[in-house]
T-cell receptor
Framework: GIQVEQSPPDLILQEGANSTLRCNFS?????LQWFHQNPWGQLINLFY???GTKQNGRLSATTVATERYSLLYISSSQTTDSGVYFC????????????FGKGTRLSVIA | KAGVTQTPRYLIKTRGQQVTLSCSPI?????VSWYQQTPGQGLQFLFE???????NKGNFPGRFSGRQFSNSRSEMNVSTLELGDSALYLC???????????FGSGTQLSVL
């Protein structure tokens, strides 16, 4: 099946710093989403982005499908950005379920 | 619009028992998926239901089962619980275009 690798596994930032999280996938995808899991376990959908670039406030994401990677940018980080960020993809073959990466654990320190 | 609702939030069971978890999707969403999250294995797909039919199934033993009702609410059942079944069980529903996935808060199951 499709493989999803996220890097780095852990990241510690000072409040106000910027960061880039990466997601590599092993096959063509028809669906790619980024999620943030907060310390209470809630998974929040950040972006649906199988290709192209999107922005939402301080967050933006870019997927280069032909090169099989996606990037999540966090600017001017805040302590509330702490948590685990997951990339999830489904292969280009109909209604296949999302496969999640292991995540990047982000800690933002005041 | 209410989000995905999962009940109960926490459960404690003993080995050998069975458990039923409930999930109500966002109004209008007809697809419901279930995922298991553990520290060692991460997020793993259990199954997906669409209009009361199982559409996809992950690589889990037959002790894990589910169903979906005509109002799109879904339940999952785990029989003969094992210690390794301790996990956060997450339910998600897809939007009308079947693209974005929206998750509930999960049910934290502890098997003693």
């Amino acid at each position: 099946g499709i493989q999803v690798e996220q890097s780095p596994p852990d990241l510690i930032l000072q409040e106000g710093a910027n960061s880039t999280l990466r997601c590599n996938f092993s096959d063509s995808v028809n669906n790619l989403q980024w999620f943030h899991q907060n310390p209470w376990g809630q998974l929040i959908n950040l972006f649906y982005i199988p290709s192209g670039t999107k922005q939402n406030g301080r967050l933006s994401a870019t997927t280069v499908a032909t090169e099989r990677y996606s990037l999540l940018y966090i600017s001017s980080s805040q302590t509330t950005d702490s948590g685990v960020y997951f990339c999830a993809v489904s292969a280009y073959s109909g209604n296949t379920p999302l496969v999640f990466g292991k995540g990047t654990r982000l800690s933002v320190i005041a | 619009k209410a989000g995905v609702t999962q009940t109960p939030r926490y459960l404690i069971k003993t080995r050998g028992q069975q458990v039923t978890l409930s999930c109500s999707p966002i109004s209008g969403h007809r697809s419901v998926s279930w995922y298991q999250q553990t520290p060692g294995q991460g997020l793993q797909f259990l199954f997906e239901y669409f209009s009361e039919t199982q559409r996809n199934k992950g690589n889990f033993p037959g002790r894990f089962s589910g169903r979906q009702f005509s109002n799109s609410r879904s339940e999952m059942n785990v029989s003969t619980l094992e210690l390794g079944d301790s996990a956060l069980y997450l339910c998600a529903s897809r939007d009308l275009n079947g693209e974005k996935l929206f998750f509930g808060s999960g049910t934290q199951l502890s098997v003693l």
